[in-house]
Antibody, heavy 120, light 108 residues
Framework: EVQLVQSGAEVKKSGESLKISCQGS????????IGWVRQMPGRGLEWMGI????????RYSPSFQGQFTISADKSVSTAYLQWSSLKASDTAMYFC??????????????WGHGTAVTVS | SYVLTQPPSVSVAPGKTARIPCGGD??????VHWYQQKPGQAPVLVIY???DRPSGIPERFSGSNSGNTATLTISRVEAEDGADYYC???????????FGGGTKLTVL
């Protein structure tokens, strides 16, 4: 079964660091883009950035530039989203999702279940 | 950067047809993807490349794209179709994805 499994919910304090993960299985992890999406409580979906694990090419949304770091370790088929200093406004659900193929114009056909991050 | 505009809400009676528009500058020249999201769940791809349906998505779901508007059409609407729907394109100038603001479909 093709799936993306995300790490569990996190509760943090402002100023703390955090790294959440998204592990792919059932497919060639290096051949599909992985995107990260933020959904704040009661709000819509917002693209944060995308990574191609095959060569670690990364593109960040202009709306989020510099606020976090996206990375991937293809040896463990896992993509990461990390913050060095969290803010209360980072409180949200974070989803990872993969493109249907290696083409970056594709839709995102497989989504993780989401990681809830709460910052107080 | 590229902007996609969706109405906040659309209402439809069961058995009728719902049309959810997604507006963007010359969006007809881009490939549009649509997602359904129910409360507490991850989004699900329901239409890709304007008109294609992933396996498992009912034939009642269809898409079109021309000029400045792409449209998701749901025929013979059922109660289970009530959800938030988002359109998505890739911004060629920035090489990154862009989402519409989402439309809440209410089945009356």
């Amino acid at each position: 079964e093709v799936q993306l499994v995300q790490s569990g919910a996190e509760v943090k304090k402002s100023g703390e660091s955090l790294k959440i993960s998204c592990q792919g299985s059932g497919y060639d992890f290096t051949s599909h883009w992985i995107g990260w999406v933020r959904q704040m409580p009661g709000r819509g979906l917002e693209w944060m950035g995308i990574i191609y694990p095959g060569d670690s090419e990364i593109r960040y949304s202009p709306s989020f530039q510099g606020q976090f770091t996206i990375s991937a370790d293809k040896s463990v088929s896992t993509a990461y989203l990390q913050w060095s200093s969290l803010k209360a406004s980072d409180t949200a659900m974070y989803f990872c999702a993969r493109t249907m193929t290696s083409g970056y114009l594709d839709g995102f056909d497989i989504w993780g279940h989401g990681t809830a991050v709460t910052v107080s | 950067s590229y902007v996609l505009t969706q109405p906040p809400s659309v209402s439809v009676a069961p058995g009728k047809t719902a049309r959810i528009p997604c507006g963007g500058d010359n969006i007809g020249s881009k490939s549009v993807h649509w997602y359904q999201q129910k409360p507490g769940q991850a989004p699900v791809l329901v239409i890709y490349f304007d008109i294609d349906r992933p396996s498992g998505i009912p034939e009642r779901f269809s898409g079109s794209n021309s000029g400045n508007t792409a449209t998701l059409t749901i025929s013979r609407v059922e109660a289970e179709d009530g959800a938030d729907y988002y359109c998505h394109v890739w911004d060629s100038s920035g090489d990154h994805p862009v989402f519409g603001g989402g439309t809440k479909l209410t089945v009356l």
